[in-house]
């Protein structure tokens, strides 16, 4: 099915802004024609209604002679004053009388006001009418309890545009993240590190060419990527191959060499043919090193749902193992509550935990103190080994997860360090999808933790 028809940005604003401007007149013209529907069905008067019938009245009282048989309209007060102006009868208020009073003697009116006045002069009597200018109920009821229609009409405009932004608002912001959540997505699998997804669609212009630029970087990694893996294969493939090929040549050396040794050789050939015999077994060291390496980047152990408390309990009794064959103090934390069991290549995460271990051990002080500590972080287990050793130099903690890297003569070859444990529970811990974090103690010694993530 083909795409919509790409609009751009600008138009889509266009379009909000004209639907606003519909809605907020929209807004404003539905009230007043409810109130011109209230009006025609009687339940509210005009504007000037009160007015009418106040000149209406007029002439009535003043050709009546008795007052009460007049009908006064609903909206209209009066007060009844003698020619000297003394108040005989009113229906007025005292705050309104006043007014009243003033009219009939100066004529002002407060302008302020939304009453008026009307003088009526009868026969030995004045009547002052006051009437409301402005929109009424034509129920009392309604005219006590309720804001006056005008009022109300101003009410129901300004909650029909707050409303009518609101919603527009609202509906034009989910369209436009509707619009975006092709890119969201992109950007979560990328963040995911899967580059096998196909990205989305928008209808909007300056999106959609944002959309495909995207696209446009994701092959090109992933064609990088891609290349680069490869590459890292074959190069892997190479140093197991070469290693195996050095295993057989360094054996027949080493052989020769020890046949040598056995045949009473003169005291200057024996020296040398045992350091042969010596620097073959560590050439040989470095060529099991080089399969260890390359057999771990190889590794396609399956995980398996592993029960924890076993586990742990492995890893706590050999970790202390290692440090009694060294003199060390181990001290273990596995606390209770923690998860009963959860996926993981057992050999080999033993094994990287277990490389941290010797790791602390090797760099400790006599009589120091290991301390393992497994704990359950959010969604991951940490696997924290501490040591009361140097601690790691800054280049260490740099360079110390690549493989034969040795920082110091501790851990030299020499000394039977290949410098490929910290490297061996690196590799083990991107093989489970986690990491391998060093640090340094703040009251000394060194911090090596593994994550390992649960889901």
């Keep these: 099915m083909g795409m919509k028809k790409l609009s751009s940005l600008k138009t889509a604003f266009w379009r909000f802004l004209f639907m606003l401007l519909g809605g907020l007149i929209g807004a404003a013209a539905v009230p007043f024609l409810l109130m011109n529907i209230s009006t025609t069905l009687g339940i509210t008067t005009y504007g000037d209604y009160s007015e009418i019938r106040s000149n209406e009245l007029a002439p009535i009282l003043a050709a009546t002679p008795d007052l009460s048989d007049v009908q006064i309209p609903m909206g209209i007060e009066y007060v009844l004053l003698d020619k000297n102006y003394q108040i005989i009868e009113t229906t007025l208020d005292e705050g309104e009388l006043e007014h009243a009073m003033r009219y009939a003697t100066t004529g002002v009116i407060d302008q302020n006001l939304k009453k008026r006045y009307l003088l009526v002069t009868r026969e030995n009597e004045y009547v002052v009418l006051q009437y409301y200018i402005g929109a009424q109920y034509t129920n009392e009821w309604m005219n006590t309890h309720l804001p006056s229609p005008d009022i109300l009409l101003i009410i129901l405009i300004a909650a029909g545009g707050i409303f009518v932004c609101l919603f527009l608002t609202t509906r034009f912001a989910k369209k436009l993240r509707l619009q975006l959540d092709p890119l969201y997505e992109a950007t979560s699998e990328v963040a995911k590190q899967n580059l096998d997804f196909e990205v989305g669609h928008s209808n909007i212009k300056e999106f959609e060419d944002v959309l495909l630029s995207f696209s446009r970087m994701k092959e090109s990694l992933k064609a990088s990527l891609e290349q680069q893996w490869e590459a890292e294969h074959m190069q892997k493939e190479q140093i197991a191959a070469l290693a195996h090929d050095l295993k057989t040549p360094l054996t027949v050396i080493s052989g020769n060499a020890e046949l040598l040794c056995e045949d009473g050789l003169p005291a200057p050939q024996q020296a040398l043919a045992q350091g042969i015999v010596r620097n073959a077994g560590r050439a040989q060291q470095y060529v099991d090193s080089l399969r260890?390496?390359?057999?771990?980047?190889?590794?396609?152990?399956?995980?398996?749902?592993?029960?924890?408390?076993?586990?742990?309990?492995?890893?706590?009794?050999?970790?202390?193992?290692?440090?009694?064959?060294?003199?060390?103090?181990?001290?273990?934390?596995?606390?209770?509550?923690?998860?009963?069991?959860?996926?993981?290549?057992?050999?080999?995460?033993?094994?990287?935990?277990?490389?941290?271990?010797?790791?602390?051990?090797?760099?400790?002080?006599?009589?120091?103190?290991?301390?393992?500590?497994?704990?359950?972080?959010?969604?991951?287990?940490?696997?924290?080994?501490?040591?009361?050793?140097?601690?790691?130099?800054?280049?260490?903690?740099?360079?110390?997860?690549?493989?034969?890297?040795?920082?110091?003569?501790?851990?030299?070859?020499?000394?039977?360090?290949?410098?490929?444990g910290l490297a061996i529970a690196d590799e083990a811990a991107r093989l489970h999808g986690g990491r391998l974090v060093l640090s340094n103690r703040p009251q000394g010694g060194a911090c090596a933790e593994l994550f390992l993530p649960l889901a």
Excluded: W
């Excluded at 742990?312 to 273990?332: E, P, T, V």
């Excluded at 271990?357 to 940490?382: F, H, T, W, Y």
């Design 292 to 420: 260890a390496v390359a057999a771990l980047a190889a590794q396609k152990e399956e995980r398996a749902e592993t029960p924890a408390a076993p586990l742990f309990a492995a890893l706590c009794r050999d970790a202390q193992a290692l440090c009694a064959k060294a003199g060390l103090r181990f001290q273990q934390d596995v606390p209770q509550g923690g998860p009963a069991a959860f996926a993981c290549a057992r050999e080999l995460l033993c094994r990287a935990v277990l490389n941290l271990v010797e790791n602390a051990v090797a760099v400790s002080p006599k009589n120091g103190l290991v301390r393992l500590s497994i704990q359950q972080d959010g969604g991951q287990l940490c696997f924290c080994v501490l040591d009361e050793g140097p601690g790691f130099s800054p280049e260490a903690l740099r360079l110390g997860t690549q493989p034969f890297y040795s920082g110091d003569a501790a851990r030299s070859p020499a000394a039977g360090h290949m410098g490929l």
